[in-house]
């Protein structure tokens, strides 16, 4: 029952396209138009921390790896859920405009990986930053437009997203803790 629902809600998402979506979501969706983005991150961090810039990177980079591994080294392997655009129930109906990638997506990496930075960066700069709430946005078209694109299904953004959040706030408290015992400043607030 929620597999047929998950297809229903993936099939009707995936059919809102034009386009002009098609070439949005495809830039979107590229690592190339992220890296602009996460320099400017990088860049606020390094000018605001000092000392507890090299923290933040460690654990950027601990809470990509753990987020990646668990939805593409543990997950997709694990659970073998076919991509809507290789399932041949669905296939033929799945707009595909950017190729389907490889055969699993259970769970979305893209939505895991942006969700649990959104939610680190979020933490950091909650109390500096009144604009913060941009990066649920940002993480968010990101995944929708895996589902745009015919790679995933909608339950596989939802729960990467979930497993990147709970990354994005344990990796953060981890910071906190590790920045205590080293006396280095690591929050923003």
């Given at each position: 029952m929620i597999s047929g629902i998950d297809q229903s809600l993936t099939l009707f998402f995936n059919g809102l396209h034009s386009p002009f979506f098609d070439r949005f979501m495809l830039f979107i969706t590229t690592q190339e138009t992220w890296?602009?983005?996460?320099?400017?991150?990088?860049?606020?961090?390094?000018?605001?921390?000092?000392?507890?810039?090299?923290?933040?990177?460690?654990?950027?980079?601990?809470?990509?790896?753990?987020?990646?591994?668990?939805?593409?080294?543990?997950?997709?392997?694990?659970?073998?859920?076919?991509?809507?655009?290789?399932?041949?129930?669905?296939?033929?109906?799945?707009?595909?405009?950017?190729?389907?990638?490889?055969?699993?997506?259970?769970?979305?990496?893209?939505?895991?990986?942006?969700?649990?930075?959104?939610?680190?960066?979020?933490?950091?700069f909650r109390k500096r930053f009144k604009y913060t709430w941009v990066l649920f946005i940002w993480a968010g078209l990101i995944a929708y437009s895996r589902v745009y694109l015919g790679v995933h299904y909608l339950g596989d953004i939802l729960v990467g997203s979930i497993i990147g959040s709970v990354y994005g706030v344990l990796v953060y408290r981890f910071g906190i803790f590790l920045s205590e015992r080293l006396n280095w400043k690591f929050s923003l607030d």
């Open positions: 890296y602009l983005f996460y320099a400017f991150v990088l860049a606020y961090l390094g000018y605001h921390q000092k000392k507890g810039f090299i923290i933040s990177v460690i654990m950027i980079a601990l809470l990509i790896t753990l987020a990646d591994q668990t939805s593409s080294g543990f997950l997709k392997p694990t659970v073998k859920r076919l991509r809507p655009c290789h399932e041949p129930a669905i296939k033929e109906q799945i707009h595909n405009p950017g190729g389907c990638g490889g055969q699993y997506g259970f769970t979305s990496s893209h939505a895991s990986n942006h969700f649990a930075v959104a939610f680190f960066l979020f933490l950091l």
